[in-house]
């Protein structure tokens, strides 16, 4: 695990955050386990993907700069001294020292949470074993944070990814239909163990969506690009068009131009309640990759008998 976050991804510490993203994205192309038998490699992508992880955060990377968390984001503990705790006490280095309930110890230490014996840190798992008999605890295993890219229809339709973690066990995680770029996916167990009977950490995966040349998504609305000849422009026609449950037949209407946006209801992705979203089918113009003498000598003709200014109107002041 680097020390310092910034240098794991080749970044100053002024950086933005679209920097720090494109960086991790960068070393994520050619450092990834998947890509390369590496082991260098796979460990600068290692320390990219912690790195990235935190700094991601705004509130986190301010509490990193500030050194109020380690490059691991836990807590630095302050440093405190016997007279703290003993001053605590009543007890300002006279007489017999008195220990007394621990509970004091553990909040200052491991947080709220230790003193009142809660289901987090050591105060959770502090057993006796009788009296005069040795004491043990249990205590829950820290979670460990990844960030999982998946290709936009995977999140949007829904699927299975496999991932190789930096320990190097490989899991097939399950994506959500619909799931959002900086959505989190809980692995409940597959974070680091934890200490004498304590449960082991849960894995949280920062879901990053690829952007896809040929969709985007608006809230739960999905558009796509529906490329047409010039014919089924002028003429209109049955197309087929993809979406998220398969290939439909559209019409597209007579003089349709590019830039248009056909809509299907209920074809995008799930809201709040179940409810869909739509889809926008934006038509775009190709044309024949060569343009001949005759569709040549028939525009010039036709343009000749019917001229028109499609930016008529356009960048005037009133």
């Given amino acids: 695990m680097a020390d310092d976050l910034y240098a794991a991804l080749g970044v100053p510490r002024t950086a933005s ?14 450092d ?13 992508f290692k320390a990219a993907s912690a790195a990235y992880d935190l700094l991601k955060d705004p509130e986190q990377r301010a509490r990193y700069d500030r050194g109020e968390i380690d490059s691991q984001g836990q807590e630095r503990p302050q440093r405190r001294y016997y007279r703290d705790f003993s001053e605590a006490q009543g007890n300002p280095y006279r007489g017999k020292p008195s220990y007394g309930d621990f509970s004091d ?3 200052d230490l491991f947080g709220e949470g230790a003193a009142q014996g809660g289901r987090s840190g050591f105060g959770a798992g502090w057993q006796g074993a009788g009296r005069g008999g040795a004491q043990s605890f249990d205590m829950r295993g820290q979670d ?3 960030t999982l890219e998946v290709d936009f229809l995977t999140a949007a339709r829904g699927g299975t990814t496999r991932i190789t973690l930096p320990d190097g066990n490989v899991l097939d995680v399950a994506i959500p239909a619909g ?13 680091a163990p934890g200490m004498g009977g304590g449960a082991p950490g849960d894995a949280l995966l920062s879901v990053t969506v690829a952007d896809d040349p040929d969709w985007r998504r608006e809230g739960e609305d999905i558009i796509t690009v529906l490329p047409i000849s010039l014919s089924e422009a ?3 026609s ?13 019409t597209v209407p007579a003089g349709a131009s590019s830039g248009r946006k056909l809509r299907l209801r209920g074809r995008g992705l799930a809201g709040p309640g179940g409810r869909r979203g ?6 775009r113009i190709v044309l024949p990759p060569q343009v001949d003498d005759e569709l040549s000598r028939l525009i010039r003709d036709w343009s000749a008998a019917h001229p028109y200014d499609p930016r008529a109107g356009r960048g005037k002041r009133s």
């Fill in 32 to 44: 990834h386990p998947d890509l390369t038998d590496d082991p260098a490699a796979q460990e600068r």
């Fill in 234 to 236: 002028v003429l209109g």
């Fill in 278 to 283: 739509d889809q926008y089918v934006e038509l």
């Fill in 179 to 191: 799931t959002r770029d900086g959505q989190t996916i809980r692995l409940r167990g597959k974070g």
């Fill in 17 to 30: 955050e679209a920097e720090i993203k494109k960086a991790y994205r960068r070393i994520a192309k050619t």
């Fill in 105 to 107: 110890v553990f909040a």
């Fill in 238 to 250: 049955r197309v087929e068009a993809e979406t998220l449950d398969g290939p439909v037949m559209l």
């Fill in 144 to 146: 460990h944070r990844y």
